[in-house]
């Protein structure tokens, strides 16, 4: 077969790294044994990614947009409606919807952690803040997995809301908690935000004598304690990826923004019953759901959240052990036929940055077609030297349709 | 010399391709013996080339169009005045030219060969051609290389032609053959289409009671029974390639799209007597006359099509013992002075897809000036590991300008 028939495009969320010196100067990747990959990259060719731009540092919803074919610049509206589309609610025009964090914030207003103690489940708290009115805007709050929420603000008639207005999640820890600000002088940024300080100030009542709360601070866990915001946006409007790329698609992701772009694309979201977006989820069940998709689709969108997850955590030990297990669940990919498998990721995350870098990313493409070159093992060293070269992330949807012989010729 | 005085430029039709089972999994050019070519490498640098862009399918005239260093994007009007021009056509304003294939059609209409059999020589079909009336336009047709030929539409006074009318020559067999169709709304459209309908009817007429074709049939050959027609376009309009590039320029290319749009960049087109533009073509005589035309010019572009014709038909074999033949005649090229030696192709024609594909192909660049990597071979996966990285075909003109120390700068 001299070209793929389905692609299977694995994401590993904030899987580059930079070099550790625990590891003796490697990366956890290339310091993990991963003899299924290696598998695949035998069979395939290796490069770097540049996801949006050289030095562009990526979060992880402008980064998956750029990796899935789209141009961010063009099309990104903010990370709320992502994650809020991610986690199954509708959005309409006009609606604005927030990323949302469960915080650990003592009585001085001071955010102690930024994801209180990345509690195992927020979903007992999310009665008590749809109880919550603010007038001009109908509110409701949906939790996601961890410490992870939306919010979601529906304005009344008559009413216009405006995503003008900063980030009440300021991305730092030990300090005072943010108030939202308008970013204009616009009637509806200022109505917009004091609508947001109004809601979050509610909130904090609520939760602060909430009995799930009362039990962490007994068992020791920090609680709960408060909400901060960011990313507020309306839906984006994307082309549809079938329209787009000629392509029946699905995604096998945990909730959130990855799933929320998907979704957005018109990528059918197949359901799995063990994800949790953690080191934990089970690593089993998606590759199985991602390898039976294929009977059905031509292009299967498999996200794997736990590697970003160890490197914001700084975790490098996790993030290796965590890049085995994912390694030891790749074996159902060993005998796909007539299938292009990719493997990279959305952005790195070094885990002694504990945050993401624009470094570029790794990039493996296995599969009938391929040139395959001599590189040996999956990581960002040995990817710097295979024969896709460097890309960029605007290069990989139609790199993948040339392996796929779908490209229409320009000129004859 | 730290810089080279003339560029020998050569472009290996469809070179490119993919790993062929047969070969062990590696290419027609990997496997080739090309001892004379590896010399070059020997002095050179190599590089991947994606000769419009990543995953960019290109076609032979808009391939061409970006290896000479234009914008295909903006300067491309169709396939047929460029194959016009090669056949020596003059193209006024207003005038519309297709690329027209003979085919064998069967008595129900059903294309049985896009390329009748590979016919030897088309050019006593001409004639009959030549005397079909059309109202409201004059009609020209002129036979080209095997099955290949242009017609020409000239609009008689006051009537007015259109491009926008959709393709006959559905580049499939087995499929019945196209009626040319309006693409938009305008009377201009519905007059070209009604006319390239009515013309392609009489030739079929013709064709069928021609003797050539009895002949054909009864030598058990696919008789030319049918035109087929694509690309219908006007000339196109290039900044002469001396104004461009300041380089005396000379193409050594048989008839066809390539010597057309060199000679709209205004090359002047060295005579060959023995070229055929297939695998029987006379290697010797192009390597000598390109050679030859050193001492006259600073670029001189050597265009060889049998790489792509080996490819489309799928011979693997056919394809590596031509380049193999190619590397004989480039004995000739061995002791160049002052002279850069480029190879590279217009694009992959992979033998087991028998069509163009988006695959990056590959590039050497050998001669004074030029930073010489370790590469020993010209092959796919060697030139990946090149010197010279991946670069666009946009970026090579300016790299051959700097090569030949002849860059503008910029800033001072």
Do not use: W
């Not at 204009?184 to 004091?194: G, M, N, R, V, Y």
């Not at 839906?235 to 000629?246: D, L, R, T, V």
């Not at 772009?261 to 990528?267: I, K, Q, S």
Request: proline share 5%; charged share 25%.
């Amino acid at each position: 077969m001299s070209f793929a028939k389905k692609t299977l495009f694995i994401v590993l969320d904030g899987l580059g790294d930079r070099p550790i010196q625990y590891f003796g100067g490697l990366t956890p990747l290339e310091v993990a044994r991963t003899p299924n990959i290696s598998a695949l990259v035998e069979k395939g060719a290796c490069g770097l990614l540049d996801v949006i731009g050289v030095g562009v540092r990526p979060g992880s919803d402008t980064g998956h947009i750029s990796l899935l074919g789209y141009d961010p610049h063009a099309q990104y509206t903010g990370r709320g409606p992502l994650e809020a589309v991610g986690l199954g609610v509708h959005l309409a025009d006009g609606e604005l919807a927030f990323r949302a964090n469960f915080a650990t914030v003592n009585s001085q207003g001071v955010v102690v952690d930024r994801r209180a103690g990345r509690i195992d489940s927020a979903k007992p708290l999310e009665a008590a803040l749809n109880s919550i009115n603010v007038e001009g805007v109908k509110c409701h709050f949906k939790a996601g997995a961890q410490h992870r929420g939306v919010l979601i603000f529906r304005p009344q008639k008559g009413m216009l809301l405006s995503d003008k207005i900063s980030n009440v999640d300021s991305n730092a820890q030990g300090v005072k908690i943010s108030l939202c600000r308008p970013l204009d002088k616009s009637p509806e940024a200022a109505f917009t935000a004091d609508a947001v300080n109004q809601y979050l100030s509610k909130a904090s009542k609520l939760l602060l004598k909430h009995p799930l709360n009362k039990t962490r601070v007994k068992n020791k866990l920090m609680p709960a304690t408060g909400i901060i915001v960011r990313g507020a946006g309306v839906a984006p409007h994307f082309e549809q990826f079938k329209e787009k790329f000629g392509l029946r698609a699905a995604a096998v992701s945990h909730t959130g923004v990855y799933t929320g772009v998907a979704g957005l694309m018109g990528f059918d979201i197949l359901p799995l019953k063990n994800a949790t977006g953690r080191g934990d989820t089970d690593l089993d069940e998606k590759a199985r759901v991602a390898a039976g998709a294929l009977s059905k689709y031509d292009f299967v969108f498999l996200h794997i959240k736990g590697t970003d997850v160890f490197g914001h955590d700084g975790d490098y030990v996790g993030k290796r052990n965590f890049i085995e297990r994912i390694d030891t669940a790749f074996s159902k990919f060993s005998d796909l036929n007539d299938t292009l498998v990719v493997i990279t990721a959305d952005h790195s995350t070094p885990c002694e940055m504990k945050n993401h870098s624009a470094d570029a990313v790794p990039l493996l493409m296995a599969g009938p077609g391929v040139r395959k070159d001599a590189i040996r093992k999956f990581g960002e060293r040995d990817c710097g030297r295979g024969g896709l070269g460097r890309l960029k992330g605007a290069d990989l949807m139609p790199e993948i349709l040339n392996i796929m012989a779908r490209t229409p010729m320009y000129g004859s």
